[in-house]
């Protein structure tokens, strides 16, 4: 290696590089047809054509004395870097490059006249460490089962990588130390003025000891299959404060929660020698995943042996219809907050008036979710709804704060 290439990959060692992965399609197609030691020829051949006349056009493209390595990392896949940060625009221009001109080369066989084509797909990132050749491989991964010819990872997704790292070792930490902690969010009746039960919120702490909200952290948990796990420890919290403070809480569970058996066994095993059932209420997310009535049913019928309670949750979001209501033995219906904060608009209070009668005459309780101001409060009462949850009735707040309020 020339001593001013090994100069530059030395002062670049931990600066961002730019990479282009090349891949031969259909290789195993070349092989069958024309032979391994024709499809060992193409291969040199193509190495040739990268670290000649691809890398002379390059260098001439980006008009700089750069650094370029040709390397043939795979048995049909080569690794070419450029020692230097480009440009979105430079990225474009160098795929455009390699590309074209291997697509319109024409490649010999040994013993014969005839060449031929190849067809390739480049996958492109960039980055300073061993991370660089990882998402490259991904960004070629994605554009081969989209069935493009190039796929370029821009760099922020290093970050996201990295916060998904760290957020899984906050999750693991969390469920190793049991610090999930439940925040409660009171639920107001609105003729008594009276707090009479809590929502329990899921919180989580990163690792300076600030609180992370679910949006952060839920659907990545359960994408990493620790969500039960997180809701294990924050159930047994909850049964734990409600046999030290006597409160009535909700808990959150989707369908997914629902079927899983680990889920009712944990719930049933920590109520069933105590009085804790008749102070809890199970919410079921509201979904069009619930395929099985049967299921959830069975699931609340064992509950409701223990007399814990069960509430249909986001009632009205979407898809909503009145199935849900009907299949499920229920004894309370949350309204969507997408619903109450637009009740003031005529076509809302009117859809919101029709599910709290149907309610009512099913003899099930209404609570309306997203009280944000007394206007919003104002219009709930007028329908006659008899709960109201939001951040004019109270903020989810720590178990501490709460007991030293009563």
């Known amino acids: 290696m020339p001593l001013f290439n090994k100069l530059y990959k030395y002062f670049f060692k ?70 230097e940060e480009l440009s979105k625009i430079e990225v474009i221009e160098i795929k455009n490059i390699i590309f074209n001109t291997i697509i319109s080369h024409q490649f010999s066989l040994l013993d014969s006249d005839l060449t031929i084509d190849i067809d390739v797909t480049l996958g492109s990132s960039k980055g300073k460490d061993e991370k660089l050749q990882i998402y490259a491989e ?5 554009a081969k089962m989209n069935y493009i010819n190039f796929m370029y990872y821009d760099p922020k997704l290093y970050k996201t990588h990295f916060e998904n790292e760290e957020l899984l070792s906050i999750l693991r930490e969390n469920i190793e130390k049991k610090t999930v902690e439940p925040f409660f969010q009171a639920i107001q009746d609105n003729k008594t003025k009276e707090i009479v039960k809590y929502e329990a919120l899921m919180r989580i702490y990163d690792k300076d000891g600030e609180i992370l909200m679910p949006a952060v952290f839920i659907n990545k948990s359960r ?56 102070y809890l209420t199970i919410e079921i997310l509201e979904s069009k995943k619930i395929s099985n009535y049967y299921l959830v049913n069975d699931f609340i019928r064992d509950l409701k042996n223990y007399n814990v309670q069960i509430a249909i949750d986001d009632f009205g979001s979407g898809f909503s ?6 299949n499920i033995n229920t004894d309370y219906i949350k309204l969507d907050g997408s619903l109450i904060k637009k009740i003031d608009e005529e076509v809302y209070y009117n859809l919101v008036k029709s599910i709290v009668q149907f309610s009512k005459e099913q003899n099930i309780k209404v609570i309306a979710e997203f009280v944000s101001d007394l206007k919003i409060l104002r219009y709930v009462k007028s329908l006659n709804i008899d709960y109201s949850q939001g951040y004019y009735i109270s903020k989810p707040m720590k178990i501490e704060d709460i007991i030293g309020n009563r």
């Open 223 to 278: 994408k990493y299959r620790l969500f039960n796990k997180l809701m294990e420890v924050m159930i047994l919290k909850v049964l734990d404060y409600i046999k030290k403070y006597k409160i009535f809480v909700s808990i959150n569970l989707d369908y997914s929660d629902i079927i899983n058996p680990s889920m009712k066994d944990l719930i049933i095993e920590n109520i069933k020698n105590s009085n804790l059932g008749e």
């Open 321 to 326: 219809n009145y199935e849900h209501i009907l």
């Open 14 to 83: 931990n600066k961002t590089k730019t990479i282009f992965l090349i891949d031969i399609l259909y290789m195993k197609d070349i092989n069958a047809v024309y032979g391994f030691e024709n499809g060992n020829f193409i291969i040199k051949q193509l190495y040739k054509l990268l670290d000649s006349n691809i890398r002379s056009q390059i260098l001439f493209e980006l008009e700089k004395n750069l650094y370029i390595e040709v390397r043939n990392s795979h048995v049909d896949v080569f690794n070419l870097i450029i020692y």
């Open 138 to 142: 991904k960004a070629l991964h994605n």
